[in-house]
């Protein structure tokens, strides 16, 4: 049995940011959560951290919270994250956690204490000058961790920026560019694969060879990967009809396709799609139970 925790962003009123498939028998099972006295607006990065899964959650005004969910879901614990702004995705290295803070174009580290505290920190940032480029996911390569990014914003707003990229935090260096909207780096045979999400495809970066392979996957906004030793499988959310950043009509009014979660072979053939529910209209993240 293989099931697949997603993270579903920017939800509607009373919809769960989480949900459950089963992908031998593919129903959607919505997660509901406690009142946390706030209102949550979706969930983004989620990982493993140890036996727990944390979740990353919105708030209102770019607030980020952070759910540990124990295991067998025996307990919820949550912390407000006062150094994050708009959190996106989330990886553990060793004992702490590392969080994408969007808002300010960092990555900020989370150590838990032994008073049942979390300590923040600022773990690297991008050029601050450059202005906001839509930090969103990183993975951790050869005990180098790398983030994406979407560039600096082009005039226009995001849905024309298009000079987006995957960095080594370690060095600066720009390893793979230009990429419109990368979501989901994800490790994988020594190299990598992100999801190039503004034109549904997948680059496959080649650490050995120093070079990425494109596999068209979809026409749809692909985000959100996962992997088992035999299938990839990936998040298609629906195109936007409004910006988000800006309210304004985008150039693809229509949707292409609804939210959908895939399952393809590794040389990237879909041989699984599940239709979700027309509610869910944004899949950020995936990960494997």
Same mark, same amino acid.
């Given at each position: ?23 031998? #028998? ?17 969930? %983004? ?18 607030? %980020? ?60 940032? &991008? ?14 390569? #050869?005990?180098?961790?790398?983030? &994406? ?13 298009? *000079? ?6 370690? %060095? ?23 999801? *190039? ?17 494109? #596999? ?28 988000? &950043? ?32 027309? *509610?869910?209209? *944004? ?7």
């Amino acid at each position: 049995m293989t099931e697949v925790l997603m993270s579903f962003c920017n939800v509607a009123p009373d919809l769960p940011p989480l949900g459950i498939i089963d992908m031998d #028998h593919p129903r959607l099972r919505y997660v509901t959560l406690p009142d946390f006295g706030r209102p949550v607006n979706g969930a %983004t990065g989620i990982c493993w951290l140890d036996a727990q899964i944390a979740v990353v959650l919105q708030h209102d005004a770019g607030e %980020t919270g952070l759910l540990l969910i124990a295991p067998q879901w025996r307990s919820l614990s949550y912390y407000p994250l006062r150094a994050v702004l708009d959190g996106h995705s989330a990886i553990a290295i060793g004992d702490e956690l590392f969080v994408v803070s969007t808002g300010t174009n960092s990555l900020i580290r989370l150590r838990f204490t032994t008073q049942g505290t979390i300590d923040e920190d600022l773990a690297w940032a &991008s050029d601050q000058t450059l202005g906001p480029v839509h930090l969103n996911s990183l993975a951790t390569v #050869h005990n180098d961790v790398l983030v &994406s990014c979407f560039g600096v914003q082009h005039t226009l707003g995001w849905q024309h920026t298009r *000079e987006g990229c995957v960095i080594n935090t370690r %060095t600066d260096a720009i390893i793979l560019s230009p990429l419109y909207h990368p979501h989901s780096l994800m490790p994988i045979q020594g190299g990598f694969l992100v999801a *190039e999400s503004g034109t549904g495809t997948l680059w496959q970066y080649h650490d050995d060879l120093h070079a990425a392979q494109l #596999h068209r996957v979809v026409h749809g906004y692909l985000r959100g990967l996962q992997a088992n030793e035999d299938r990839i499988f990936a998040g298609v959310s629906r195109m936007r009809r409004t910006s988000r &950043s800006r309210g304004t009509a985008t150039s693809h009014p229509g949707s292409v396709m609804d939210a959908c979660l895939l399952a393809l072979t590794p040389d990237m053939t879909v041989v699984q799609k599940i239709d979700l529910p027309k *509610e869910v209209a *944004e899949i950020y993240d995936l990960l494997l139970l």
